[in-house]
Structure formats: structure tokens, C-alpha cells
């Protein structure tokens, strides 16, 4: 079984309930993170084992995505120090530039850290999974990811980006899809390069053969009814909004 939890949806700060982004992949036990934003280990801790945790994909070194890593770090280490977790912890992020990139190289007592630059040139196979990575369109280096069963596309991650013609490509054949819904329409000529609207994401989610369409990282100040109205005049698929502490059970 596959499950999805969300733990954060929001960017790029959250409500006084919220989280920014994180979400965690459980693969028959095996847990992968997908970002790990501000308020995220706050809520990882509510809805799932963070000692567990297998794999952490950091899409892209902006807080939003990335800020709660030092609790994370901490946690770990305790665990380690303690004994009750032997492994370091994988962490596929961007090479930078970054300040965070050269501090991290520093905690390898507790991050394995994988370069995306270097893991999106080939398949990642974990047997039981893959993981496969593909370069987004964003004011830094940024990532999308997309989870793999037996090679088939299950689920696919944008992270951050504004709509390109390749990013159909990258998204063709995945039965689910976590899509970044940023803006609302009328912030599309101003801001449209570096992110999507609910109706950009529709509009991905349509001409890539997706069936469901999940919208998350969304600007606290909007109204999300009005933006899952817009991604409904682009897809006609099933349209899940993101929560935190929601539960998806991908279907292959």
C-alpha cells in the first residue's frame, strides 16, 4: 500500500494552524519526505515516525521548503546519540548556491547528502520504488520528483514552478498529481514565470493524462474555493485541496 499524508501546504509562510510544504510518502512502511518547510516537524511528529523516515527530498533552498531541517537535524541526532536510530538519513537537495549546502555537508553524522543535480540523471531504484527527478522552472535551482512503482508512474511532485511545455512531459502517465496552485488568475502575467495557478495546474493535469489532481501550496490569504473552481474549468478529473494531516491512498 501507498499512502500520502500531508503535513504542510502552505507557501510562503502558513496559517496559525498550518504548515509550509511537507508531505510524506509511506511505501509499505518505507517512509520519503517530500520538503520540509517551516512547521513541518511539528506536524510530522502528529501524523507519522520521524525516526522511521528514509529518504528526504529537499525540492528546492527556499525556507518554505526547506526551514524545519534544523529540527529535524536535532531530532536525529538524539535518536542517534541515543542508539535508537543507526542510519544517517538520505537527503536528495539542489547543490546551491547556498549557505545551507556547505552547514549541511557538516552534519554527516546524521544527512547522507545526495546531490538532485546528479540524481536527476538517472533513475533512482530503491527495488520496491523509484524516484525520478526533473529540473522546474523557478527563481533558483528547483525540483519536481515523481514516485514510481515498478517503473509505472504513480505520483508526481511539481515543488515550486511556473508552467513550461516540458512540464507536461515530465508529468505524462501519472495517475496522481501534487501540483503547486499559487497564484489566482490575475497574478498570472506578473508572477506566472516562477509559479502556477489552479487552472495552470487543471491545465497540466489535463494534457498529461492524470486522473487525480491534488492542489497544494497555496497563499494563505486566498480564497481556496475560488481557486478549486478555476482548476475545474481546466480538468475534468477528481480534484482533491490539501490539509494538513490529510491521507491519500494511491491507487496503482
Known amino acids: 500500500m501507498v499512502e500520502l499524508t500531508v503535513l504542510g501546504n502552505y507557501g510562503p509562510y502558513a496559517t496559525a494552524q498550518g504548515a509550509c510544504s511537507g508531505y510524506v510518502i509511506n511505501t509499505d512502511g518505507f517512509q520519503i519526505m517530500l520538503d520540509c518547510g517551516h512547521g513541518v516537524f511539528s506536524k510530522l511528529q502528529k501524523y507519522a ?4 523516515l528514509g529518504i528526504l527530498v529537499i525540492t528546492h533552498l527556499h525556507p518554505d521548503h526547506y526551514g524545519d531541517i534544523y529540527c529535524l537535524r536535532q531530532a536525529l541526532k538524539y ?8 542510519d544517517p538519513l538520505f537527503v536528495y537537495m539542489p547543490e546551491g548556491p547556498h549557505p545551507l549546502v556547505e552547514e549541511m555537508k557538516q552534519w554527516d553524522d546524521v544527512f547522507t547528502v545526495v546531490s538532485l543535480e546528479e540524481a536527476q540523471k538517472a533513475l533512482n531504484d530503491f527495488s520496491r520504488f523509484q524516484l525520478k527527478f526533473f529540473k522546474v522552472q523557478h527563481q533558483i535551482p528547483a525540483y519536481g520528483v515523481q514516485f514510481q512503482v ?9 515543488g515550486d514552478t511556473g508552467w513550461f511545455p516540458q512540464l507536461e512531459e515530465y508529468c505524462r502517465g501519472s495517475r496522481y498529481l501534487l501540483a503547486e496552485a499559487s497564484l489566482r488568475e490575475y497574478e498570472a502575467a506578473e508572477r506566472g514565470m516562477y509559479h502556477m495557478t489552479a487552472r495552470q495546474a487543471g491545465q497540466l493535469a489535463q494534457n498529461s493524462g492524470t486522473e487525480y489532481l491534488i492542489l497544494t501550496h497555496f497563499f494563505p490569504e486566498n480564497n481556496l474555493h475560488q481557486q478549486q473552481r478555476e482548476a475545474e474549468q481546466s480538468f ?7 490539509g494538513s494531516g490529510k491521507k491519500y491512498i494511491l491507487q496503482p
Do not use: A, V, W
Open 49 to 52: 515516525d520521524y525516526t522511521t
Open 79 to 86: 535518536q542517534m546519540r541515543e542508539g535508537t536510530r543507526k
Open 150 to 158: 515498478n517503473g509505472e508512474p504513480l505520483l508526481t511532485y511539481t
Open 236 to 242: 475534468d478529473g477528481k480534484i482533491y485541496m490539501s
